[in-house]
């Protein structure tokens, strides 16, 4: 007569699954609290919308700022990107973006100037004081970055209220074009960590169900 081996639940591999979930649910719980101040920022940003005027670029710069009327002076435009976007009647085009001098040693700062019908037009505009409001520049970091909440501060720049010439006028300010999707994130987290322990638990009692064959 054979013993059937005594079957174990394996500790490494449990270990390891019990910290991935601890580790998404706290992800879980991490997109909730962000999820609490980006409504707080949005409250802000609605405000931000009929307060007055400032300077740009501003100190200290920090999307707080986002969607306040400012102005600034462009010395001189020293180089030109171009994102596609949308104009102000909803047209879809290229938004043209300059990144200007603003004196000898000052900070610089990026500025819409409109959006063409068609990418490569490069606007004919030297500069000049800047009416308009604030908010990011476009940037290339990946989505996922702000998954898990390691992504780099936006730059802010100004989006001209005129555009300059030969190019449709940019959008006003626009707050449902600032993502809250923190709720959908946590969501996921919690989603993943369900999967991971329900998906385990399974394979661990596939492992020692009575009568399965141990492997040798």
Known sequence: ??????????????????????????????????????????RQYAANVTLPEIAFPAIPVNDALLFRKASGMCLE??????????NATGGSGWRQIAQCRTGAEGPGMAVQVGVAPAAGQKPVWKGGLVH???????????????????????????VSAIPAPGLAANPGPDLS????????????????????GIIYGLAVYWRLKPGRPTSA
């Open 132 to 158: 308009g409001y604030i908010t990011q520049a476009p940037d290339n970091q990946p989505l996922i970055l702000s998954l898990f909440g390691s992504a780099r501060p936006k730059t802010l720049m100004l």
């Open 1 to 42: 007569m054979t013993t059937e081996p005594m079957k174990r639940v394996p500790i490494v591999a449990t270990v390891v699954v019990l910290a991935a979930i601890v580790l998404m649910i706290a992800l879980g719980l991490w997109q909730l609290h962000r999820r609490g101040e980006k409504e707080a920022l949005l």
């Open 77 to 86: 435009p020293v180089s030109w990107s171009e994102r596609a976007g949308r």
């Open 177 to 196: 074009a600032v993502p809250n999707n923190h709720l959908a994130y946590a969501v996921q987290w919690f989603i993943f960590a369900a999967l991971a």
